[in-house]
């Protein structure tokens, strides 16, 4: 696996344990874009995902139709790579009704973005 690849799922396991998600609830994925998905709590009587990409950073979105694209309730404009704390303050924020901050993340590009995620490598036995 590729450093970019290692370093995105350190991160997103990272991520999932601040908010409270099994490793099984999640999946990320690097191709023409690198994205993560963790899949939340119900929430309002709709499943809730929080969404990761390179190109947006953090989303909380509504999943719909498999079809249809996900209705995005709220962003994390930060950077495309903040702590995992933050990110789950971000969601019991938006959880309990406080909006997040629709800017979209600074994007630097893969090299600077491989280079954020470094610090997530883990050892692979």
Do not use: C, K, N
Not at 10 to 32: F, L
Not at 49 to 58: I, P, R
């Amino acid at each position: 696996m590729d450093e970019l690849t290692v370093g995105l799922a350190g991160y997103v396991y990272a991520v999932a344990e601040q908010v409270g998600v099994p490793p099984e609830g999640t999946e990320y994925e690097v191709s023409d874009t690198a994205t993560a998905y963790l899949g939340l709590a119900e929430g309002a009587g709709r499943d809730l995902m929080l969404l990761w990409s390179e190109l947006h950073g953090w989303s909380i979105a509504v999943e719909t139709d498999p079809s249809e694209p996900p209705v995005v309730l709220a962003r994390l404009g930060v950077s495309l790579v903040p702590p995992p704390r933050a990110v789950a303050r971000f969601v019991a924020d938006v959880l309990a009704g406080r909006r997040g901050d629709d800017r979209p993340a600074s994007d630097d590009g893969r090299r600077a973005l491989t280079a954020s995620l470094r610090p997530y490598v883990r050892d692979r036995d």
